[in-house]
């Protein structure tokens, strides 16, 4: 039961980045991808973005540690400054699949709760300083986040802190 909970969550937070992603960069000209790391607690993991258009990216993040999965996605909608550095705000959805076994093999217990975000933060590319520096963007951003109740744990509000890194093509 635990690992069709766990595809279906995962599944769906990947066919919403498709298909936004698809359904906007249709329209553009030049569409931009990003692919790095991202830890905004508590998604942590390798992360992949598309710019949907010039003040709006789709970001999706995948953590597998042992244990526990974490998949996410949210919405990224700037406030253009000049080409290497932008403030932005965000809304986020993830989902964290937790599972425990014994040393035999069998599942002591599982759990799977759904998180939501709002935040802000600031992003800038390395080529500020020089342009003979590879298109590496780094973000850091605060936030307020919202833990589902689940059969392990109540739900919970807590505060969002997160740094990241794309590469971006």
């Given at each position: 039961?635990?690992?069709?909970?766990?595809?279906?969550?995962?599944?769906?937070?990947?066919?919403?980045?498709?298909?936004?992603?698809?359904?906007?960069?249709?329209?553009?000209?030049e569409?931009?991808?990003?692919?790095?790391?991202?830890?905004?607690?508590?998604?942590?993991g390798?992360?992949?973005?598309?710019?949907?258009?010039?003040?709006?990216s789709?970001?999706?993040?995948?953590?597998?540690?042992?244990?526990?999965?974490?998949?996410?996605?949210?919405?990224?909608?700037r406030?253009?400054?000049?080409?290497?550095r932008?403030?932005?705000?965000?809304?986020?959805?993830?989902?964290?699949?937790?599972?425990?076994?014994?040393d035999?093999?069998?599942?002591?217990?599982?759990a799977?709760?759904?998180?939501?975000?709002?935040?802000?933060g600031?992003?800038?590319?390395?080529?500020?300083?020089?342009?003979?520096?590879?298109?590496?963007?780094?973000?850091?951003?605060?936030?307020?986040?919202y833990?589902s109740?689940?059969?392990?744990?109540?739900?919970?509000?807590?505060?969002?802190?997160?740094?990241?890194?794309?590469?971006?093509?």
């Open positions: 039961m635990f690992k069709k909970k766990q595809f279906g969550v995962g599944g769906a937070i990947v066919f919403f980045l498709l298909v936004a992603s698809v359904g906007f960069a249709e329209g553009k000209n569409t931009r991808f990003g692919i790095g790391l991202q830890a905004t607690v508590p998604t942590i390798i992360s992949g973005m598309i710019d949907v258009t010039e003040n709006v789709v970001q999706g993040t995948l953590g597998v540690f042992g244990g526990l999965k974490i998949y996410g996605g949210r919405g990224i909608f406030r253009y400054e000049d080409p290497y932008n403030a932005y705000g965000y809304v986020a959805i993830s989902a964290i699949c937790y599972s425990e076994s014994s035999f093999g069998k599942l002591i217990k599982a799977t709760a759904i998180g939501v975000g709002i935040g802000a600031k992003e800038c590319n390395w080529q500020t300083w020089s342009t003979k520096l590879p298109p590496i963007w780094w973000n850091y951003e605060v936030g307020l986040g833990w109740k689940n059969e392990h744990t109540d739900g919970f509000l807590y505060p969002i802190a997160g740094v990241g890194a794309q590469y971006r093509f």
